[in-house]
């Protein structure tokens, strides 16, 4: 075999361990994905969203919004007002809604903030906090007292 032959071979070898080197699911998206179908398999729902600018979630670049995480609970015999709240040195900052919320001190890590509406509570957090899924049990519990208030 020519040397042409000899680096055609390699560069296709090459090429195809690249390929499927480049298929692995990185550990941090699988640890991601773990703690979502756990978070859905006790109640919340976990979804990713465009941060809402109330929650003053900086930016992702100057001309585009972040995507943040938000986890919610449906109760479905609720009739919650509307309110939103942001995490501001661990208590509540009520910025739309009944100010009873205002000040109330919040345990969980990551959480940029919290929203309520009709039959849904949930909270936008950084889910690169508790890649562990330590906190969900807590999550749950927090939010619906939250709707119990």
């Given at each position: 075999m020519s040397n042409v032959g000899i680096w055609i071979t390699a560069a296709i070898v090459l090429f195809v361990l690249g390929s499927i080197f480049g298929l692995r699911v990185s550990p941090r998206e699988k640890a991601l994905g773990s703690m979502r179908d756990q978070a859905r398999k006790m109640g919340l729902h976990p979804r990713i969203i465009v941060a809402p600018e109330w929650t003053k979630v900086p930016m992702a670049t100057e001309k585009r919004a972040s995507m943040v995480a938000?986890?919610?609970?449906?109760?479905?015999?609720?009739?919650?007002?509307?309110?939103?709240?942001r995490v501001v040195d661990g208590k509540l900052q009520?910025?739309?809604?009944?100010?009873?919320?205002?000040?109330?001190?919040?345990?969980?890590?990551?959480?940029?903030?919290i929203d309520m509406q009709a039959n849904c509570v949930g909270l936008y957090w950084n889910e690169e906090i508790d890649l562990k899924a330590t906190q969900l049990d807590e999550m749950k519990a927090y939010l619906y007292q939250l709707a119990q208030r």
């Open positions: 938000y986890y919610s609970v449906l109760i479905p015999d609720a009739r919650l007002a509307l309110m939103r709240a009520v910025v739309q809604g009944d100010q009873k919320f205002n000040d109330l001190t919040i345990a969980l890590k990551g959480v940029y903030a």
